[in-house]
């Protein structure tokens, strides 16, 4: 299939008609919809319903939503891959979900580097979810996350085990700062403390909610090894008594993958992991 079919069908949906898809792609208004219709024929099914108002996706077409995104997404990883750098015959891609990044997945990569210099590394940071896909799609070699799902053909190994802990900055300890560390975390955590389900301050991302709460005060959950250090200064201190969670670090990689590079970089991953490093030391500074 033409990936311009795929490219125009979400671009339709994004712009909520044919007349600004013709505008956004600067083609003609005939040329959007002769490529829907070879895409209708193509797949044997209408994806859209016209009407005054603009385009609506018919079942099929919503069905064909998250389709369409995977051949772009596929197509865009290709495009960026190929060709190898020169110098280098072998690529790696390694995925990571933000809160990995540093130092667990910069470490990897820094090992990787000096250990295997004739390949070259590409280095994806997502959510759990869409890494996983990107696994599923043979887009990415391996992955780094805390939530995996146990999808068919993939290999899942935990890492590291960690925990998410309620600390307290010791010189302002309000308000209760809720951090969303996942569907897991959200039902263990409304259960355990059903007065703390709506905090009046909340964070999507651990590092900035940390950052704020060791600036401005606060308390909430952390995981145990990047606070360690604000807890061994006496900036935190450790709630006694406070529920704790499971959070462990998991590698994801396809069962079907075969290679020597992928399982040296492995071994590489496991070597890492064992070492010292200092978990808080993430920052936004540029």
């Given amino acids: 299939m033409d990936i311009d079919l795929a490219r125009t069908f979400l671009e339709i949906i994004r712009s909520g008609s044919f007349i600004a898809t013709a505008e956004r792609l600067h083609v003609t208004q005939t040329a959007v919809t002769a490529r829907v219709r070879s895409l209708e024929t193509q797949l044997g099914c209408r994806l859209f319903v016209r009407n005054r108002a603009g385009a609506r996706l018919t079942g099929d077409g919503e069905r064909f939503v998250a389709y369409a995104t995977q051949l772009v997404q596929t197509w865009e990883t290709a495009r960026r ?46 959510s759990g979810d869409e890494l996983q896909k990107q696994l599923d799609l043979g887009a990415l070699d391996a992955a780094l996350v805390h939530q995996p799902e146990y999808w068919p053909g993939l290999q899942v190994e935990q890492l590291l085990e960690e925990k998410l802990i309620q600390v307290v900055q010791t010189v302002n300890p309000e308000p209760y700062i809720y951090v969303d560390w996942g569907p897991a975390f959200r039902r263990q955590h409304d259960l355990a403390l059903p007065g703390h389900i709506r905090a009046e301050l909340s964070f999507s991302l651990g590092p900035l909610a940390l950052q704020y709460l060791v600036q401005y005060g606060g308390r909430g959950y952390f995981r145990t090894r990047v606070v360690q250090r604000y807890l061994d200064e006496g900036i935190l201190k450790r709630v006694e008594q406070a529920p704790e969670f499971s959070y462990p670090i998991y590698l994801v990689y396809s069962r079907a993958a075969q290679s020597p590079a992928l399982f040296k970089a492995i071994e590489q991953l496991r070597d890492v992991a064992e070492d010292d490093y200092d978990w808080s030391r993430w920052t936004y500074e540029i």
């Fill in 81 to 126: 891959d190929l060709p190898l750098p020169r110098g280098h015959d072998k690529l790696l891609s390694l995925g990571a979900e933000v809160s990995l990044c540093n130092p667990l997945m910069l470490a990897w990569v820094q090992r990787l580097r000096q250990v295997m210099p004739e390949h070259a590394f590409r280095s994806e940071v997502a």
